[in-house]
């Protein structure tokens, strides 16, 4: 092993910028227990790419704030390897995502808590959600209003969105004021992690902020490659940086923010897994969780495109001039198209009876397009991405080599369950039905994909097999759970088992998949771990009740 050079003393050592590291770093650093060191491989967030919303698809696909990882070839996606986006560069994959803002549906956390996640029901994580949140525009008293994360919703001024949310009252659906609110289930505006023009990312709303309280070093271009342990207490980390090994010594804990890729391969590297695993590579045992790496879970999407009759959606922007002029409204005055993701009005709902919450959910763009940018068709259009949020598909992460540099092996098994092929022909069949009610025609011209003729179960199946895209949601590898669980990783208090000193908190200790897209919980995820790394008592559990489906177990709608 290559020896360290002079190490560096903190009390605390958070290894990743991310939603959650951010968080955390902000909240032990207003609680003044010490210093603090933030590990991050990224660098800086400057520059328009990055804090334009309307900029999104360019960092994520910038090989500068993107780890580039890759999934093995997935059989049930007809082999394709699809790329799996995560952040480098400081507030992490918040600082490259798409900004929407989705809490979760309440039942999500329920079923974390009874799957051995104690303290992480509904009524335990909604006060983490309002002490993070400033939002503009939500239900109060269910939405916070004093919280360092600013949430705002687009103008939504294209007369797309409103024909939208029209045909889904059409098709017997229901609108919904703040699906972060009181009621998920239905269609209305969507929030986004926007505030003043500029993406709000964790790196603007938390670890900027605690930098300023100088109890923070931050350490970019530094490449975490494993944890220090002395027996099974961890008491710092081994970083690359600058050319040379350095070891970041932490008097009080180390707290593993990496994410649903990074976490598990850095507890893997330190000796922290399956025993066969480690062997595999000469690492020494510190634990044997058998869990470590497992449990990945992803949403996939479809991006269901339809031809526009009228010139009114956003691909008459999609050329140079109009792309120059965006920018420059957005660079003097924060304002304009580039101040919006334009992922403005969202859609949850039930794909059957019996069904108790959401399992669909639609984000409506005013233009057809990829999230790489590229327009598919030279015209007007507007699309969904529509996809199921609760597969029972499971796959995993696991290092290839020691080597930290070495991305480790992603296989997502998409598909692999019996009942996603089937779930997902359902989506895009409900999608069908709402984009055919009366509101949508004067706009609908016709079906640029999946394409009229792809209509039985087979050719569904193809479609979705061949075309099917990631919503980069992963999560899950590093899942919450009973100490006497033997795949749990982490406890309901975010210490890894089987160690001391080591905490876990992102989106890989999620038990399942929430429903909808992952920053907001991921980031809740960091409120809370951080009063349990701080000994805090947690906040106090709320009694506010839900919206639930009054005639669920009869009725789709």
């Given at each position: 092993?290559?020896?360290?050079?002079?190490?560096?003393?903190f009390?605390?050592?958070?290894?990743?910028s991310?939603?959650?590291?951010?968080?955390?770093a902000?909240?032990?650093?207003?609680?003044?227990?010490?210093?603090?060191?933030v590990?991050?491989?990224?660098?800086?967030d400057?520059?328009?790419?990055?804090?334009?919303?309307?900029?999104?698809?360019?960092?994520?696909?910038?090989?500068?704030?993107d780890?580039?990882?890759?999934?093995?070839?997935?059989?049930?996606?007809?082999?394709?390897?699809?790329?799996?986006?995560?952040g480098?560069v400081i507030?992490?994959?918040?600082?490259?995502?798409?900004?929407?803002?989705?809490r979760?549906?309440?039942?999500?956390?329920?079923?974390?808590r009874d799957?051995?996640?104690?303290?992480?029901?509904?009524?335990?994580v909604?006060?983490?959600?309002?002490?993070?949140e400033?939002?503009?525009?939500?239900e109060l008293?269910?939405?916070?209003?004093d919280?360092?994360?600013?949430?705002?919703r687009?103008p939504?001024?294209?007369?797309?969105?409103?024909?939208?949310v029209?045909?889904?009252?059409?098709?017997?659906?229901?609108?919904?004021?703040?699906y972060?609110?009181y009621r998920?289930?239905?269609?209305?505006?969507?929030?986004?992690?926007?505030?003043?023009?500029?993406?709000?990312?964790t790196?603007?709303?938390?670890?900027?902020?605690?930098?300023k309280?100088?109890?923070?070093?931050?350490f970019?271009?530094?490449?975490?490659?494993?944890?220090?342990?002395?027996?099974?207490?961890?008491?710092?980390?081994?970083v690359?940086?600058?050319?040379?090994?350095?070891?970041?010594?932490?008097?009080n804990?180390?707290?593993?923010?990496?994410?649903?890729?990074?976490s598990?391969?850095?507890?893997?590297?330190?000796g922290?897994?399956?025993?066969?695993?480690?062997q595999?590579?000469?690492?020494?045992?510190?634990a044997?969780r058998?869990?470590?790496?497992?449990?990945?879970?992803?949403h996939?999407?479809?991006?269901?495109?339809?031809?526009?009759?009228?010139?009114?959606?956003?691909?008459?922007?999609?050329?140079?001039?109009?792309?120059?002029?965006i920018?420059?409204?957005w660079?003097?005055?924060?304002?304009?198209?580039g101040?919006?993701?334009?992922?403005e009005?969202?859609?949850?709902?039930?794909?059957?009876?019996?069904?108790?919450?959401?399992?669909?959910q639609?984000?409506?763009?005013?233009?057809?397009?990829?999230?790489?940018?590229?327009?598919?068709?030279?015209?007007?259009?507007?699309q969904?991405?529509?996809?199921?949020?609760?597969?029972?598909?499971?796959?995993?992460v696991?290092?290839?080599?020691?080597?930290?540099?070495?991305?480790?092996e992603?296989?997502?098994n998409?598909?692999?369950?019996?009942?996603?092929?089937?779930?997902?022909?359902?989506?895009?069949?409900?999608?069908?039905?709402?984009?055919?009610?009366?509101?949508?025609?004067?706009?609908?011209?016709?079906?640029?994909?999946?394409?009229?003729?792809?209509?039985?179960?087979?050719?569904?199946?193809?479609?979705?097999?061949?075309?099917?895209?990631?919503?980069?949601?992963?999560?899950?590898?590093?899942?919450?759970?009973?100490?006497?669980d033997?795949?749990?990783?982490?406890s309901?208090?975010?210490?890894?088992?089987?160690?001391?000193?080591l905490?876990?908190?992102?989106?890989?200790?999620?038990p399942?998949?929430?429903?909808?897209n992952?920053?907001?919980?991921?980031?809740?995820?960091?409120?809370?771990?951080?009063?349990?790394i701080l000994?805090?008592?947690?906040?106090a559990?709320?009694?506010?009740?839900?919206?639930?489906?009054?005639n669920?177990?009869?009725?789709?709608?």
């Open positions: 092993m290559t020896s360290a050079a002079t190490p560096y003393q009390d605390y050592v958070i290894i990743g991310g939603s959650a590291g951010s968080a955390i902000y909240r032990l650093a207003t609680a003044g227990q010490g210093s603090i060191a590990v991050e491989f990224g660098g800086s400057a520059g328009p790419f990055i804090q334009m919303p309307a900029a999104l698809s360019y960092p994520m696909n910038m090989p500068y704030y780890w580039g990882y890759k999934s093995e070839p997935e059989v049930g996606l007809a082999g394709r390897s699809l790329v799996c986006p995560r480098k507030g992490g994959s918040s600082s490259i995502n798409g900004m929407i803002y989705v979760g549906n309440p039942l999500d956390y329920d079923h974390w799957a051995g996640a104690d303290g992480w029901g509904y009524a335990d909604l006060p983490y959600f309002r002490r993070m400033t939002s503009h525009g939500g008293p269910w939405r916070g209003n919280g360092p994360l600013h949430i705002t687009g939504r001024d294209n007369p797309l969105h409103h024909a939208f029209e045909a889904s009252l059409q098709a017997g659906y229901t609108m919904t004021s703040d972060n609110g998920q289930e239905g269609f209305g505006p969507a929030d986004m992690t926007v505030w003043k023009g500029r993406r709000w990312s790196a603007n709303a938390y670890l900027k902020p605690a930098i309280t100088g109890k923070v070093r931050l970019t271009r530094t490449l975490a490659d494993r944890i220090l342990f002395e027996g099974r207490r961890a008491v710092g980390v081994r690359w940086r600058k050319g040379k090994y350095h070891d970041i010594i932490a008097q804990a180390v707290i593993l923010c990496a994410g649903a890729i990074a598990p391969a850095i507890l893997q590297r330190s922290i897994g399956c025993c066969d695993t480690l595999d590579f000469g690492i020494e045992a510190i044997n058998k869990g470590v790496g497992k449990n990945l879970q992803d996939l999407e479809i991006y269901f495109q339809v031809a526009c009759r009228k010139p009114i959606t956003l691909y008459k922007h999609l050329n140079p001039v109009s792309k120059a002029l920018a420059a409204q660079l003097f005055f924060k304002s304009g198209l101040a919006s993701n334009h992922f009005t969202l859609g949850f709902i039930r794909s059957n009876k019996n069904i108790l919450y959401p399992d669909i639609f984000h409506f763009l005013p233009v057809a397009i990829r999230y790489d940018g590229k327009a598919p068709a030279a015209g007007h259009g507007f969904l991405h529509v996809g199921p949020m609760r597969s029972k598909s499971r796959g995993h696991k290092i290839k080599s020691s080597d930290p540099n070495a991305a480790p992603i296989k997502f998409y598909l692999s369950h019996p009942d996603d092929l089937p779930e997902f022909r359902k989506a895009l069949q409900l999608s069908r039905e709402i984009l055919a009610q009366k509101a949508m025609r004067p706009f609908y011209g016709h079906e640029i994909q999946p394409g009229v003729n792809t209509v039985m179960d087979k050719d569904l199946d193809a479609f979705i097999q061949t075309q099917a895209e990631s919503a980069y949601h992963p999560c899950g590898t590093c899942r919450m759970g009973a100490e006497n033997p795949f749990a990783v982490v309901s208090d975010c210490r890894v088992i089987g160690t001391t000193n905490f876990c908190a992102d989106s890989s200790i999620f399942r998949i929430t429903n909808g992952l920053n907001a919980p991921s980031i809740m995820v960091g409120e809370k771990a951080a009063d349990h000994g805090n008592p947690p906040l559990p709320t009694n506010d009740r839900p919206f639930k489906f009054p669920w177990q009869s009725k789709q709608r």
